[in-house]
C-alpha cells in the first residue's frame, strides 16, 4: 500500500493529537494515513500523562493554550460519548493555604473569567472541607472548576484512530519516518522499511520528535525542550479519599504536584517536572517520589506510600515559546505542531478543529462525508455490567466467563476483543482493557495474555513482546517449559 496510493494528506505521528486530526479529516471525503513508529497508537506522551481535562484558568489569556483548552474541554463530553472512552467530569479545585497563595488563586480566578471558564467558585475553608473533609485542615481557600474532569488518554487516542479508521482513514503503526521531500506538488516520505508515501498534504504532530520532522521539511526552528515527569499510582482502596482534582498553586514550570482521580478509578500523585537533555528517560526515580509524596501528603495528609501500586514517567514536548506552536511551511501545505505540552490532551479535539482550518486556508477540500459514523461500538467492559448483562454476554460468548485479571476482574471475552481491535503485545492489551493494571500488576495475569495473545495472532509465545521491539518476555528455556505447561494450547 506504501507505493501505490497517493493520498490527500499524511498526519505524522499517533498519539492523542495526531488521531484527533485523523478523525476530524476522516468526516471529509478524501484519502488519509498516519504513520506512526511505534508497535501501537498513543504510546508516545500519550501513553504517560496525569490525564486530566483541564478546565482552562492555568492558561494566559489569548494564548493559544487558553482558547484550545477551553474550546477542548467543551468538546469532551461529546466526544467520550461518541467512542465510548471513560471520561468522568470530577472538578478540579486549586487550594490555598497562605494570605499569599490566597492572592495568587484569585489571579487565577480572574484569569479563568477572562479565558471564558464556566461555572468557577471561590470556596472558604468550610465549604473547601465539606466537599473534600480529606483535604489538609491548613487550607483556608479553593479556587473550584466544575467543568474540569478526567479521562483516560490512551484509550481516547486509540478510540479515535478505530473511529477514523472505520471511516476509511489507514493507520500504520511501527514505520518511522525518515526523510521528507516535496517534488512537483507532492510530498514524498521514506520510511524505515525502505517504502515511500506521497501526499499532497503534511501533518507533523509526532510529539517531541516534531522539531526534528520540522527540519527535515526545512524550517529554521528553536528545539523541543524535554520535561520530564513522574507520577505514582495507588490502589483502588484508597479511591475515595479525594473526589476532585486537588491542584496547588503552580510553580513557574508547572502546574505542580497534585491529587489526581483518574477516570479509571485510582488515586494518582504527580508530576514531578525536570528538564532534561533526553526525550526518552522515562524512569522514576526514589528523589521523584520523595519529592511528591511529601508534596501530596501536605495537601492530602492520609496518603499512605504503602497503598502506591505502580509507577510511571512521561516526556513533555516543552515549547521554546511557553505556548502551543504552529509552524507551516510549503505554502502552508505542511504543519508542523510544536511545544504540545500540557494542556495538549484536553485541547486535542481543538487543535484538530484548528489544524482543519488551516489546512482549508492552504486550499484542502472541505466536502463533508454523507456517511460519516461519529460513534464507535461500545466496548463490553465486563466488571461494570449489571448481573443480567453478565449472563447475557456470557450466553453470547463464553469467554466473558473467564477472568484472567483478578485485580481488575478483566475476562478473557474483553483481551481477545482487544486484540480484534489492534492489540498486538501485552501493553496493549494492558491499556486497552486494564489487565495487569490492578495491585499485583500483571504478576497473574500476564502468561494468560501471553497464551491468549499467541494463540489469537496464530504465533508462538516467544514471539509476544512487552511493547514491541525487543521488548520479549520470554527466553527459548521457557518456550520449552511453556510447551510441556498449561500454559501452551
Ligand atoms: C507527566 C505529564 C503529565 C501531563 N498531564 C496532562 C494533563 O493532565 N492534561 C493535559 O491536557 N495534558 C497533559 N500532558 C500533556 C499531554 O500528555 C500532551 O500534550 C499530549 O499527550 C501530546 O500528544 P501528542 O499526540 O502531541 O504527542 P505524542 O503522544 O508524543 O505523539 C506523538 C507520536 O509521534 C510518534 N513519532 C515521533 N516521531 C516519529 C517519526 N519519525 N515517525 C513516525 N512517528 C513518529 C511518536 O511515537 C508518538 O506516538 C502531560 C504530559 C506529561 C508528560
Not at 484569585?106 to 470556596?123: A, F, I, P, S, W
Not at 512537483?184 to 522539531?211: C, H, Q, R
Not at 454523507?370 to 456470557?394: C, H, M, Y
Not at 484472567?404 to 471475552?413: A, L
Request: net charge negative.
Amino acid at each position: 500500500m506504501g507505493t501505490k496510493t497517493h493520498y490527500d494528506v499524511i498526519i505524522i505521528g499517533g498519539g492523542v493529537v495526531g488521531t484527533a486530526i485523523l478523525r476530524a479529516l476522516s468526516r471529509l471525503q478524501l484519502k488519509i494515513a498516519l504513520l506512526e513508529k511505534q508497535v501501537e497508537i498513543g504510546w508516545g506522551t500519550t501513553k504517560a500523562n496525569s490525564g486530566i481535562v483541564h478546565a482552562g484558568f492555568h492558561s494566559t489569556p489569548g494564548t493559544w493554550k487558553a482558547k484550545l483548552c477551553v474550546r477542548g474541554n467543551a468538546m469532551f463530553e461529546q466526544l467520550s460519548d461518541e467512542l465510548d472512552v471513560p471520561f468522568w467530569q470530577n472538578g478540579l479545585m486549586m487550594v490555598a493555604r497562605t494570605k499569599e497563595e490566597e492572592e495568587t488563586l484569585r489571579h487565577y480566578y480572574q484569569q479563568g473569567l477572562e479565558n471564558k471558564v464556566t461555572g468557577m467558585e471561590m470556596l472558604d475553608a468550610e465549604a473547601t472541607h465539606r466537599l473534600e473533609p480529606n483535604l489538609a485542615p491548613e487550607i483556608s481557600l479553593a479556587l473550584r472548576a466544575p467543568s474540569g474532569g478526567v479521562v483516560a488518554p490512551f484509550e481516547l487516542a486509540m478510540a479515535q484512530a478505530e473511529n477514523a479508521t472505520a471511516n476509511g482513514a489507514q493507520v500504520q503503526t511501527g514505520l518511522r519516518v525518515e526523510d521528507i521531500s516535496h517534488t512537483g506538488d507532492e510530498f514524498v516520505i521514506t520510511t524505515d522499511d525502505g517504502n515511500t508515501w506521497t501526499s499532497t498534504y503534511l501533518v507533523n504532530s509526532a510529539g517531541l520528535f516534531a522539531d526534528e520532522i520540522a527540519k527535515i521539511c526545512g524550517l529554521e526552528i528553536e528545539p523541543i525542550i524535554p520535561r520530564k515527569g513522574e507520577e505514582y499510582l495507588f490502589d483502588q482502596s484508597v479511591s475515595d479519599l479525594i473526589t476532585h482534582t486537588i491542584f496547588p498553586v503552580p510553580t513557574p514550570k508547572s502546574k505542580g504536584i497534585l491529587v489526581i482521580p483518574t477516570a479509571e478509578g485510582n488515586l494518582m500523585i504527580g508530576p514531578t517536572a525536570l528538564e532534561l537533555p533526553y526525550k526518552d528517560d522515562v524512569t522514576t526515580t526514589a528523589e521523584g517520589l520523595d519529592e511528591i509524596f511529601s508534596f501530596t501528603q501536605k495537601l492530602v495528609p492520609r496518603l499512605n506510600r504503602r497503598d502506591i501500586i505502580a509507577s510511571f514517567a512521561g516526556v513533555r514536548a516543552g515549547s521554546p515559546t511557553g505556548d502551543f506552536i504552529f509552524d507551516s511551511s510549503h505554502s502552508g501545505k505542511a504543519i508542523h505542531l510544536r511545544g504540545i505540552e500540557s494542556p495538549g490532551l484536553t485541547a486535542a479535539p481543538a487543535i484538530a478543529e484548528h489544524v482543519l482550518k488551516m489546512l482549508a486556508k492552504a486550499g484542502l477540500p472541505q466536502k463533508e462525508k454523507p456517511d460519516f459514523n461519529p460513534r464507535r461500538p461500545k466496548v463490553i467492559r465486563f466488571k461494570e455490567l449489571s448481573d443480567a448483562e453478565k449472563e447475557q454476554v456470557i450466553r453470547e460468548n463464553p469467554l466473558y466467563a473467564h477472568v484472567v485479571c483478578r485485580c481488575e476482574t478483566i475476562t478473557e471475552g474483553e483481551i481477545v476483543d482487544a486484540i480484534q481491535r489492534g492489540a498486538r503485545t501485552v501493553d496493549g492489551v494492558k491499556f486497552r482493557t486494564r489487565a495487569g493494571m490492578g495491585r499485583c500488576q500483571g504478576g497473574f495475569c500476564t502468561p494468560h495474555i501471553v497464551r491468549i495473545l499467541a494463540r489469537e495472532l496464530g504465533v508462538t509465545p516467544l514471539e509476544i513482546t512487552k511493547r514491541g521491539n525487543d521488548s520479549q518476555l520470554l527466553v527459548a528455556e521457557a518456550k520449552e517449559f511453556l510447551k510441556g505447561g498449561k500454559l501452551h494450547d
